[in-house]
């Protein structure tokens, strides 16, 4: 089945302690992308790759880092997470880019830093 | 259930009825537009897009009206099933911009 797939799907933690949320997708795309969702916001891109080793940042990239090593695999990495950072996220995935191709989003995680 | 955003739009409807939901894009560059669907605890779907060289496009149940005059983009779903309630939003790309959302509730 072509999914993205996302874990872990709720993490609580606390400020500063170091945390990465895996992301892979089995479609064999180009492209993919991060993106918060906070109530009353559209989805807001944190930062996306066009391909391997190849990453750039979106609209709200601060705090926040990935990698792009396999063309499967985009981990986020939170170095510091800090409270503003309780959010919900999504990862996804499209074939070539996200101004020309629609995304398949994995099914969130749900972040809480306390 | 799972809010995905607070303070929507809301539009209920009656099962069976069609639903015509509505959105404002910004800029007028943008050429492609995508409606997806996220259901409570899910992560958003794709349910059909459309290029600026066209006015419509149909898919299974849903059509895509783009009024690129007044930059308004229209997902009308015909004959609207218990399954159909969601929150759908809209993305235009240049740049990269979703919509908060409208939350449709089918009443049985």
């Known amino acids: 089945e072509a999914q993205v797939t996302q874990n872990p799907r709720y993490l609580i933690t606390v400020t500063g302690k170091k945390l990465t949320v895996t992301c892979s997708q089995n479609?064999?795309?180009?492209?993919m992308s991060w993106y918060r969702q906070d109530p009353g916001l559209g989805l807001r891109q944190i930062y996306y790759?066009?391909?391997?080793?190849?990453?750039d940042k979106g609209d709200v990239p601060e705090g926040y880092k990935v990698s792009r090593k396999e063309k499967r695999n985009f981990p986020l990495i939170l170095e510091s997470p800090s409270p503003n950072q309780t959010s919900l996220y999504f990862c996804?995935?499209?074939?070539?880019?996200?101004?020309?191709?629609?995304?398949?989003f994995g099914p969130g995680t749900r972040l809480t830093v306390t | 259930g799972e809010s995905v955003g607070l303070h929507l739009p809301t539009l209920s409807v009656q099962e069976g009825d069609n639903s015509i939901i509505n959105c404002a894009y910004s800029?007028?560059?943008?050429?492609?537009f995508i409606w997806y669907k996220q259901e409570s605890g899910k992560g958003p779907q794709f349910i059909i897009d459309?290029?600026?060289?066209?006015d419509k496009r149909q898919g299974q149940r849903v059509t895509v009206l783009l009024n690129k005059t007044v930059k308004h983009l229209s997902l009308q779903i015909a004959a609207t099933q218990p399954g159909d309630s969601a929150v759908y939003f809209c993305?235009?790309?240049?740049?990269?911009?979703f919509g908060k959302g409208t939350r449709l509730s089918v009443i049985a």
């Open positions: 996804a995935s499209s074939l070539a880019g996200a101004t020309t191709y629609e995304q398949y």
């Open positions: 479609m064999n795309h180009e492209y």
């Open positions: 790759s066009m391909n391997v080793e190849v990453t």
């Open positions: 800029n007028s560059a943008s050429d492609y």
């Open positions: 459309i290029r600026s060289n066209m």
């Open positions: 993305a235009e790309n240049t740049p990269l911009v």
